[in-house]
Each structure stands twice: as C-alpha cells, then as structure tokens.
C-alpha cells in the first residue's frame, strides 16, 4: 500500500489500499526529479551528534517501548528504532482531566488525532510528517499513476529534530522532544475546531509543564498539562497523547454498501473504470479465525477469533452500574455468533493496581462514565485511515443520561409497568434502562450507524401481541430511535423486559454482513457480486432487514415513532 500526500485532517474518514512493486516509484516524499548534488557535510553539521552517553547520561531513567524514553533531568528524549522511520503511526489526543466549570469538555475527550511518520532528513535531521490516505492507485509501475500522484502532492513536514546521539549498537537515533511536547501544536494537541469552541488563544508557557510519559510495546503515552489563555482568563487541561503503531498486517477492507448501514472511509480512487470516483471502506474490527481453526470455520462451526473486542469499563463508574454495562456489551456476542465468532466481544472491569493499565491507553477500549449534567451517551471510534480497521474506542457516558432515560421511560410506557410511574426508579429498573442505552453505544462503535427505518416493519399490531414482541422486540434494531413501546396497552400483558428494545433481526444482520469473513476475493468485480447478491437476497427474504441512511426523504425513515402506520 502506497501513502498519498495531502494532509490528513483531524478525524477524516479516509483510506487507500494499492499494493507498490517494491522500489518501482520514489518513496512518498522522495525526490522525482533528478536532484541537486549532495552538499559535503561540514564539521560544525557532524558536531551535533554526540555520544550517546553524553546526551543519555547516569542520570537518565530510560524506559523501552515503542520508542524507549529517557529522561534526563527536566529533558525528554526519544530514542528512535531506524526500524521504526517511515513506519506508520497514529498520533489520537485526549482530555484527560478536564477544566473547572466544564469550560473545556469532559476528562477521556477525543480532541484530535493525526497519522505521522519519523522520517530521516538531510543535515542529521529527524522530520516529523503528516501522512494523508485520500488519494490511491494500484499502478505503482516506473510510469503509473501512482508516480503522477506523487508528483502532484507532498506530505508536510510539521516538525524537525536534530539527531543528538545515535544508539549504542546503532540501531537507532536519539531526539529530544521536549520542546515540541511543550509547545502548542495540532499534531499532539487541540485541533483548531475545539480550540474555537473552547476560545483558547495562546498558550502560557510559564504554567505548562509536561507530567509523565510512559512507553509500552505498541504505543507510547504522553501526559501533559497545558495552560491557554481565553475570553475569561486562564484555562487549564490535562491532556494525553497516544503515539500508536498502526497495523503492519493490514485488515482486508470491505466496500461500504448504502444498503447496510456502516460508517465508512473514503478516499479519491483514480483506478475508477469512468476515471475519478469516491470508493468507501466500512469501520469494523478486524476479526479473523485463528490458523488452526480456519476450516472449522469454513465448515460453519463457531470459533473463537484471534483477537477479541474487549471493552473495560472505567473505575470511575458507581458499582451499582457496573453489571449493566458489562452486560450491555456482552449481548452483542448473540449477533456475532450470526458471523460466525463466538466470545467476539465482552467487557471486564478495569484492572485495580495494575501500573501499565490507563484509561487513556490506545490500546483499550474503555466506557468512560463523566460527572456531567448533559443527558446523552455517544459511542465513537478511532480507525486505520488504510483500511478501516477499528482500533479502538472511548464510549462516552454521561452521568446525567439517567433522568433522560426516567422521563423517556415515564412518558411512554408508566401505564404499563408501575415501577415506571415512580418519581425515583429502583435500581433494577434504571440498570436495564443503562443496559439499553449501553448496547445502543456499543452498535455505534462496532461501525453501525443509526437505522431509523428499521421500526416502519413491523405492523402496529405485531406491537400489541405479547407472543410477537417476546420473539422479536418491538423493533428489528437498537439501532433505532425506537425507544420504548408505547403503542401496547395495559391489558396486552406485554411483560416489562419487552417494552425495552434490545438487538434484533437488522443487528444481526449486519454484523453478519460486515464481520462474516471470507478468504480473498480473486477480484473486485467477483466481491462486489457476491455481497450484491447477498444483500438482495436477504432483503427480499426479510424486509426488517432493509436500511435506510439518516435523513432519506422518506416517511419511514423517521425517528422516535413505532410500526408500519404513524397515524
């Protein structure tokens, strides 16, 4: 897969995959035409580097990781494998703690992300640059396409560091990052969007300082606190940044089709037969057989995959909550059983004491519960710009989503259950409630999107038989803004658990869709028949299956309402 070069901008869903001939075109950011003659390196350019044990003295504590970080009394330093230039990383930014007054969002905030790579410049140089995905072509022949891309586009440079010491056994170069980790940037920090919500001006150096960073295997975090002036003074964060290393084995994408409802990344394909076209890939994990379960699989036989969806959730949540939650995600595990995976997703309670466990890792997915007055939940996820492979997601939970399930609850069905028409809920009662809300989030992060079409299916007197609901909810998916049943009525008998929605027929089709795996398709053309059929055929069977994308004018596409006649 060859990089294109245009910026790649904070959170755009966007990806490429053609496949280079090794060393048939210059690498991305290469030089194409024919270069000036190297400039002789001078004493004073060979003097910058150092020893390594005079840059990384006695004193350094040095811990090893994605990059093994060493600091030496107040300096940060990178040391950087050469195995490492040129590799793909994913740079995702964080509130970490959040500013007094919530004048600045909610601690596990998602305030920007980038894909980067260190690179080696001229003059003993590191160059920190900005890797774009949004254009792509297959033809990396001496004359291709690809070369024409490059030509008319190059990645920026946003940072250069000089190389102060090289590694012992020169497997690596060592920079110092302290002043870029203290300045103010959109690599690591605030993209300019939430600077203009938040009113943040400049940055005050004098009351900014950088906490901790720790490095593990795959990642390194960083830990800052920054200091901004705005409209009413000064405005104090915590801040984290993952420094992530992206897949090197790149999940097979799957073309996102508007009949089942995924969120997708797009980029600019100049391989289309008409010339230049959009192409989408859908978000979705990377879930594979293990090698020695593939043909029980083939075979139709459950297996376990090679790497599970694992959701923790934050220590911060009141316990009461905690079963829900888990539960919440592990009913999931019924609609990935369709694709063919069991135990696929779970959750667990985040570790107690353990040091290389933070919330604010990359590598977890976490539910994070905030002491906040808004009545919502979202469930977002940060994905490889290549393929669309999920890596991972920070579901936000906002404490006061409580008193807008109540009054939901209250409203719509308090004639049919009596611990509905409660001025304060029990315990039971709200965690199903949280539960609901729960599964719904964790949809969103698994790559669905909302399906509002999905309720118009089912006749309106399906939603007052108690034997119909029970089978099959009152909705075909959770995906819906379905809410509760209000069309039944109190002489229905409908028990309590099927007022609530739950996953249903579309849901499971769907994971079905977007997780079933196959082994590689021999062409794009043989792929796209295949799920083209697929999709007719199930839909024609099962028209609860059928997805309508938000905002299609069409009367059934509504939210909030029930059955197949609104009147």
Known sequence: MKKTLLPLAAGLLLLACSTAKKGAVPKPGAAVAPASPPVAKTDTVKAKIKPFKEVITDKAVSQPGLFTVHRVDQRWFFEIKNSLLDKDLLIVNRVSKAPAGRAGGYAGDWISESVVEFAKGPNDKIFLKRISYIDRSADSTENGLMKSILNSSVQPIVAAFDIKAVSPDSSGVVIDMTDYISSDNDVLFFHKYFKTAYALTALQADKSYIENIRSYPLNTEVRTVKTYNNAEGAITFGLNNSFVMLPEEKMNPRRMDERVGFFSRGYVNFDAPGGVEVDNMITRWKLEPKVEDVSKYLAGQLVEPKKPIIFYIDPATPKKWVPYLIEGVNVWQKAFEKAGFKNAIYALEAPVNNPDWNIDDARHSVIVYKASPIQNASGPHVSDPRTGEILESHINWYHNIQQLMREWYFTQVGPLDPNGRRMEFDDELMGKLV???????????????????????????????????????????????????????????????????????????????????????????????????????????????????????????QMEDLGDDAM
């Open 435 to 557: 539960r609901y809300v729960c599964t719904h989030e964790v949809g969103h992060t698994l790559g669905l999107q909302h399906n509002f079409l999905a309720s118009s299916s089912v006749p309106v007197d399906s939603l007052r038989s108690k034997t119909y609901v029970a089978s099959n909810g009152h909705t075909p998916s959770i995906m819906d803004y379905a809410r509760f049943n209000y069309v039944a009525q109190p002489e229905d008998g409908i028990d309590v658990d099927d007022l609530i929605p739950r996953i249903g027929a579309y849901d499971e089709w769907a994971i079905e869709w977007g997780y079933r795996w196959f082994p590689a398709f021999s062409t794009k053309e043989e792929e796209s028949t295949f799920f083209n059929k697929w999709i007719i055929e199930a839909v024609k069977k099962d028209n609860r299956l059928a997805f309508m994308s938000n905002g299609a004018p069409d009367p059934r596409n």
